[in-house]
């Protein structure tokens, strides 16, 4: 059964940090792009980071100096390190993957696995 579940959300304050994970089982993430997303509520889900099947990192221009995407093969593991966080960062953050082998992309269309999503909370 294929599956990606994300973990790490909660309540930081501004300014902390956390540690997303996706974990996929029923397949070799070493052979999908993998994206985070978030929406926040009454807003659209955007794309927030994403990482190539050949180490390729994109990010969104809010989040390129804070987030960080990175792959743990062994672990069959993506994760989103998130430092620096502001409100504005408060969304649930979900991920998802797609098989390519060609680079990866920030809009919702390719992805067709997707988890169900990780509460992140930045507030004072």
């Known amino acids: 059964q294929v599956q990606l579940v994300e973990s790490g959300g909660g309540l930081v304050q501004p300014g902390g940090s956390l540690r997303l994970s996706c974990a996929a089982s029923?397949?070799?993430?070493?052979?999908?792009?993998i994206g985070w997303f978030r929406q926040a509520p009454g807003k659209e889900r955007e794309g927030v980071s994403c990482?190539?099947?050949?180490?390729?990192?994109y990010y969104e221009d809010s989040v390129s100096r804070r987030f960080t995407i990175s792959r743990d093969n062994a672990e069959n593991t993506v994760y989103l390190q998130m430092n620096s966080l502001k409100p504005e960062d408060t969304a649930v953050y979900y991920c998802?993957?797609?098989?390519?082998?060609?680079?990866?992309?920030?809009?919702?269309?390719?992805?067709?696995?997707w988890g169900r999503g990780t509460q992140v909370t930045v507030s004072s």
């Open positions: 998802a993957a797609h098989m390519t082998y060609r680079g990866c992309t920030l809009t919702r269309a390719p992805y067709n696995y």
């Open positions: 029923g397949f070799n993430l070493d052979y999908y792009a």
């Open positions: 990482l190539s099947s050949d180490g390729s990192t």
